[in-house]
């Protein structure tokens, strides 16, 4: 059996291929997935190979302005009503054809949620470069079938 460092750098592998089905074979059916907080990674609880508690913690002030700054670049959050792991493998292989991963302003991206209903959210520096990478972005979401809405557009605040 792996050791967990070696299951999460064969995960970290897998989705940066895209292999979707490569990640979810890694994680327990009833995994416990949070990602929040302060500077930190903790991941716990390994059984039967499988990936059953992962704590991602971030730094999230790495994301903010200066001091005395009241925004700093914009969360945009997607809820597809059809999003899948066989549909967001295909929007990332099509993107890695059309632009750098991460795209230009890109701070953060995380697809999460349940399997067969995922959810996007991605933080950028500035409105104009997300909208630079929408305009590469939602074709590609169309041509793949994924029904994705309008989207959740916030600014990040520093205070």
Known sequence: MSSPVEIVKQMYAAFSRGDIAEVMSHIADDVEW????????????????????????????AFLAAPGATTSGVVVSF???????????????????????PPAGGIFHVCFGEPDRLRVLDVFDTMENYQAFARLLLPIVAEVGIQSGPPEILPVHSE
């Not at 500077?39 to 730094?59: E, I, P, S």
């Open 79 to 101: 809820s597809p009503a059809n999003l899948n792991g066989r549909r967001y493998a295909e929007v990332l292989q099509r993107l890695s054809q059309v632009t750098g991963i």
């Open 34 to 61: 949070v990602a929040e907080g302060p500077a930190g990674m903790v991941f716990t609880g390994v059984r039967d190979g499988k990936v059953v508690h992962y704590t991602n913690m971030l730094n999230t002030a």
